[in-house]
T-cell receptor, first 114, second 111 residues
Framework: KAGVTQTPRYLIKTRGQQVTLSCSPISGHRSVSWYQQTPGQGLQFLFEYFSETQRNKGNFPGRFSGRQFSNSRSEMNVSTLELGDSALYLC?????????????FGPGTRLLVL | AQKVTQAQTEISVVEKEDVTLDCVYETRDTTYYLFWYKQPPSGELVFLIRRNSFDEQNEISGRYSWNFQKSTSSFNFTITASQVVDSAVYFCALAGNKLTFGGGTRVLVKP
């Protein structure tokens, strides 16, 4: 089976812009989760989608949003970018939803905000 | 509150040495899961193991082994006869009513 894919792999934006990241889960997986990884804060959970519905949400401002499509692909959007949004954004999928399921991660999107 | 502590930020060893990564967790949940992930320089987190709170059996998978001790809230990971390809950052994670990652331990295996 193909693994989780994320596009784009690298992105450079300027403050105030918005960005959309895409994630395609492993075939058959219906849950997609998003994580932010920074040197200062480490790995932090953003949100989880299952069957096109957001099931869990981390402690991030409303500038961070997401959605899931009927084919389980997911997008994450960050509006009004700030310097502190520079990070590796990781997407993970699994067959069911819930934190206790094993997450299978994609290669990530490295976002640099200038 | 839920917390995962990986006290070792970086470990450097010479190839073929054994290396043990410590993971200590805190949770009030009675049912929870523990995970270890490996993050090579490419960035992708690779799943290594998942263990539930009721299964305290140690596990061995090739050169990897895990020691789960509920009494001390620890879930340590040992790489036996390390190889250069083991160089990566390793994360311990706890899943109860939320998912919490430890800060990670960078392992550098020198030839």
């Amino acid at each position: 089976k193909a693994g989780v894919t994320q596009t784009p792999r690298y992105l450079i934006k300027t403050r105030g812009q918005q960005v959309t990241l895409s994630c395609s889960p492993i075939s058959g997986h219906r849950s997609v989760s998003w994580y932010q990884q920074t040197p200062g804060q480490g790995l932090q959970f953003l949100f989880e989608y299952f069957s096109e519905t957001q099931r869990n949400k981390g402690n991030f401002p409303g500038r961070f949003s997401g959605r899931q499509f009927s084919n389980s692909r997911s997008e994450m959007n960050v509006s009004t970018l700030e310097l502190g949004d520079s990070a590796l954004y990781l997407c993970a999928s699994n067959p069911a939803y819930g934190f206790q399921e094993t997450q299978y991660f994609g290669p990530g999107t490295r976002l640099l905000v200038l | 509150a839920q917390k995962v502590t990986q006290a070792q930020t970086e470990i450097s060893v010479v190839e073929k040495e054994d290396v043990t990564l410590d993971c200590v967790y805190e949770t009030r949940d009675t049912t929870y899961y523990l995970f270890w992930y490996k993050q090579p320089p490419s960035g992708e987190l690779v799943f290594l193991i998942r263990r539930n709170s009721f299964d305290e059996q140690n596990e061995i998978s090739g050169r990897y082994s895990w020691n789960f001790q509920k009494s001390t809230s620890s879930f340590n990971f040992t790489i036996t006869a390390s190889q250069v390809v083991d160089s990566a950052v390793y994360f311990c994670a706890l899943a109860g009513n939320k998912l919490t990652f430890g800060g990670g331990t960078r392992v550098l295996v020198k030839p």
